[in-house]
């Protein structure tokens, strides 16, 4: 299925639900994304610290740091 055959879909989907059936939709759907996220932000961070490597926080300390 192409990504317009899914927008037409989702938006034939949206015409016929209630105000609080898309509401209830637009909830779980952040709900969802913030999962997806921390889930991203954790094996980021695992992945950093697995191969040694240096945030941008880090470099700016460091730039800070060396600056003084």
Known sequence: MGIFDQMK???DM???M???ERA???E???QSRGMLEDAV???LEEE???RGLVTKDEV???IEKAKE
Do not use: F, V
């Open 28 to 30: 779980e759907a952040k």
């Open 9 to 11: 879909m989702a938006s």
């Open 18 to 20: 209630s105000p609080e």
């Open 41 to 43: 932000k954790k094996i």
């Open 60 to 62: 700016l300390r460091m």
């Open 48 to 50: 950093i610290k697995k």
């Open 14 to 16: 949206l015409k016929n």
């Open 24 to 26: 209830k939709l637009l």
